[in-house]
């Protein structure tokens, strides 16, 4: 599988993170490296072999469906490059 | 360098209690050797105040005789844990001005046993690299040099400037992350010890996440003893953490005997890379004898699937990197880039996350979108977790035939010069973590023991691989191995 350049502003966008036109083909060639490196996967058989989800057989431990915290908005705005009147702002979203 | 920060924490431990020394003074020692050494670059905020402030309390605390083991030891704190108040942006600048307003249950951990925190110390981006050359604080130094020669070698990575600031006696342990090698391999570059413990041993709430099926924290010491002591403190079940393990914490000192004898200790035939250097085997076959002539049984096994682990691991990594990672987009904390005239909430997250990370976290944000996206899921991500349950399933098969513990070199290599592999591919930089990057996938305890020195005096470690939870045999092997290699060099000081 090669990685085009096409591909690979397609991936940046996918990430959501810009990345200038000129540097595409170096991130492209990038990709092509590290992909071509995880290739060797293909080798091996892995039929009826489960996909890993938890490295170490746990069940997960449940607990009551209640509130046990909150009531600290100035603390969850605190670290916020921009926040006001008790909410986080961003740019206009909606037209 | 005053002799106090030379101190062990088993020494200091001793010394407190029997207030031959105070944590003041300790703690003292330790922030005048941190103030000269700025050329390591290890210590990246220091925390004099709370420093000084913990080290009273915990004096206070030893003369009323309740002393837990870490009381008054002054301690360094990988950048990636969140400690309330005091920066922690994971070396990166995406989280530039973070102050958490609470503390990773660690750290909480540590401080409730009395530690002292003297700063945040230097790391890989994110924890995302093998030379602490991906850090927005610059590079850490590694104390060690080539003989005579004074050209600038790395610590390893990630935790970099944990492995420096123990190895110069900069403070008396640190903490570090472990994702695929992070711990172990610049506790090899710099001669110090490490231990990645099993996987949910110690909480990941409050650390910043890289690749949350495969992080685990540990302690960076001196020897043996003190990872045996410090880990205690690190470790226990955190309700905060859903993969945390609820299982009694054994006290790993008590576990150190130094007998080892009717152990089962497996080589694994796979390890014998092409092109290793022949000190490593060397070393490696010093290892093997040391510990037969401890009187454990030497085994020769087989781990088939080693090969395809580094391979595995580029594809899991990044793929929970990206998902990760996904929460910086300058809204809710850290960096948030100016925006032009007309830009829009997604033009906010590219470019935010542009100016915020460095490259090698961008590629790796990037790969692991890619594995994950529609149509290569199947190809690369899931076939990735089918050979991890096969290495896995490697690892499982020896133990049930008898072994106890797994002989490997920690790195293929001694440590690297800085800026030497900055035209490699990255894949040839991936390939410092071949002999770590198993463990964290079968999610086993590691540790990294110094045992000797190349021919240009850098140091050069083994690694110990357990049986999951059996930190403290697995400790114990390694403190065998360290009594029978007595690996005593020091860095001299050009710092």
């Known amino acids: 599988m090669s990685i085009d350049i096409e591909t690979a502003a397609r991936v940046a966008k996918l990430a959501r993170i810009k990345v200038e036109e000129d540097e595409l083909p170096d991130l492209a060639h990038a990709f092509n490296d590290i992909l071509g490196f995880i290739e060797q996967l293909n080798e091996v058989d892995v039929d009826g072999v489960e996909p890993m989800v938890s490295v170490t057989p746990m069940r997960l431990k449940r607990r009551q469906d209640g509130v046990t915290d909150g009531g600290m908005q100035d603390k969850v705005l605190k670290n916020a490059p921009d926040a006001r009147e008790g909410f986080f702002a961003v740019p206009k979203v909606v037209e | 360098m005053s002799e106090l920060t030379k101190l062990k924490i088993a020494e200091a431990r001793d010394a407190l209690r029997k ?10 020692a330790c922030l005048t050797a941190i103030e000269g050494a700025g050329a390591l670059n290890a210590f990246v905020h220091k925390t004099p105040e709370i420093a000084r402030e913990q080290a009273a309390a915990a004096d206070a605390r030893i003369k009323s005789g309740d002393a837990p083991a870490m009381c008054g030891i002054p301690l360094g704190i990988k950048d990636l844990f969140c400690t309330k108040g005091v920066d922690s942006q994971a070396a990166s ?85 472990d994702t695929g090698g992070s711990i172990r391999q610049p506790a090899a570059f710099t ?69 080892i004898k009717g152990k089962k200790i497996g080589i694994p035939k796979e390890y014998h890379m092409d092109g290793m250097p022949a000190e490593i085997e060397a070393l490696w076959a010093e290892g093997r004898a040391m510990l037969k002539d401890a009187g454990a049984e030497i085994v020769d096994i087989s781990l088939p699937h080693t090969k395809y682990a580094l391979p595995t691991y580029y594809v899991i990594a990044p793929a929970e990197a990206s998902s990760n990672l996904a929460r910086y987009d300058g809204v809710r904390y850290g960096h948030r880039a100016q925006l032009g005239q007309g830009d829009g909430i997604t033009e906010m997250y590219e470019k935010t996350r542009a100016e915020g990370f460095g490259e090698e976290v961008k590629r790796r944000v990037m790969v692991g979108t890619y594995v994950l996206s529609a149509g290569f899921y199947d190809a690369y991500y899931n076939k990735a977790r089918k050979v991890r349950t096969l290495i896995k399933k490697d690892f499982e098969d020896v133990f049930a035939q008898g072994v106890d513990a797994i002989l490997t070199p920690t790195t293929p290599s001694a440590a690297f010069g800085l800026g030497e592999m900055k035209d490699a591919d990255p894949v040839k930089m991936y390939l410092n973590d071949v002999f770590t990057v198993t463990v964290n996938l079968a999610g086993l305890p590691g540790v990294a023991v110094p045992t000797g020195v190349d021919a240009q005096g850098l140091p050069l470690g083994l690694q110990l691989i357990g049986r999951p939870w059996e930190e403290g045999d697995l400790l114990n092997t390694a403190y065998a191995l360290e009594r029978a290699a007595g690996f005593v060099s020091k860095p001299g000081k050009w710092w």
């Open chain 2, 191 to 259: 001669g110090i010890t490490g231990i990645k413990p099993t996987y949910g041993r110690c909480s990941r709430w409050g650390v910043v996440a890289f690749a949350s099926s495969l992080d685990q924290a540990g302690p960076m010491t001196k020897d043996v003893r003190d990872a045996a002591i410090m880990l205690q403190a690190m470790c226990g079940h955190d309700a905060k953490d859903s993969t945390s393990a609820d299982l009694a914490v054994p006290d790993f000192e008590a576990a150190l005997t130094g007998d």
């Open chain 2, 93 to 177: 600048r995406i989280l530039q001005g973070f102050k958490p307003e609470y503390e990773s249950t660690i750290t909480s951990q540590l401080f409730d046993a009395g530690a002292v925190m003297l700063g945040k110390l230097n790391m890989d981006e994110f924890a995302m690299g093998s030379s602490n050359e991906t850090s927005v604080y610059g590079n850490a130094v590694n104390p060690w040099r080539r003989g005579n020669d004074e050209a600038q070698l790395t610590p390893g990575g990630s935790s970099g400037g944990s492995a420096a600031a123990v190895a110069a006696d900069l403070c008396l342990g640190a903490t570090g992350t």
């Open chain 2, 19 to 28: 207030g031959d020394v105070t944590s003041a003074e300790l703690t003292e």
